[in-house]
T-cell receptor, first 114, second 109 residues
């Protein structure tokens, strides 16, 4: 299957700082990438859909000014958590769409805000 | 929007037995139904998927069935092995993917 990388795998930051997470499709081009958040023992919750060259589409309840998404190329999407707070601590996972429907996930980034 | 429900939340079976996980969806426009396996702290891995123009698909010990009329689909794992133990998520997709709550499968040796 398609390979998606994500960096960093783990990050600890102080409350009030910003953190950038990168999602890359390594062996294919992805016009559409998705960002999910997963709390412990819970399902994946879609945060936003990232389309190359255009603004991201955010799900209801997700603050676009807090979770900045940039999809500047066909192989890279970034999620920046701005002014992070402890409640933002979670497992953030990206996925890249292949073909019409299939999505392949990155390994995830565990964010801890102290 | 799409709402996906998944049952059961936990499932424990003896090695060699079969496991069945069921999901329902609400949006009749959904046309793609993947199943993912997620081990602790790792990414979801696509294990099988089915499209709305197909009623059943099988890949070795794993099969998925889809009933479009009733808007439900199921994952069947036969001859379960301890390494099948993980959390399984169903999903339904129109333009984006909505996940079920997950099923924690434990296969006891």
């Amino acid at each position: 299957g398609a390979v998606v990388s994500q960096h960093p795998s783990r990050v600890i930051c102080k409350s009030g700082t910003s953190v950038k997470i990168e999602c890359r499709s390594l062996d294919f081009q992805a016009t559409t990438m998705f960002w999910y958040r997963q709390f412990p023992k819970q399902s994946l919750m879609l945060m936003a859909t990232s389309n190359e060259g255009s603004k991201a589409t955010y799900e209801q309840g997700v603050e676009k000014d807090k979770f900045l998404i940039n999809h500047a190329s066909l192989t890279l999407s970034t999620l920046t958590v701005t002014s992070a707070h402890p409640e933002d601590s979670s497992f953030y996972i990206c996925s890249a769409q292949v073909g019409v429907n299939e999505q392949y996930f990155g390994p995830g980034t565990r964010l801890t805000v102290t | 929007g799409e709402n996906v429900e998944q049952h059961p939340s936990t499932l424990s079976v003896q090695e060699g037995d079969s496991a069945v996980i069921k999901c329902t969806y609400s949006d009749s426009a959904s046309n793609y139904f993947p199943w993912y396996k997620q081990e602790l702290g790792k990414r979801p891995q696509l294990i099988i998927d089915i499209r709305s123009n197909v009623g059943e698909k099988k890949d070795q010990r794993i099969a998925v069935t889809l009933n479009k009329t009733a808007k439900h689909f199921s994952l069947h794992i036969t001859e379960t092995q301890p390494e099948d133990s993980a959390v399984y998520f169903c999903a339904a997709m129109v333009n984006d993917m909505r996940f079920g709550a997950g099923t924690r499968l434990t296969v006891k040796p």
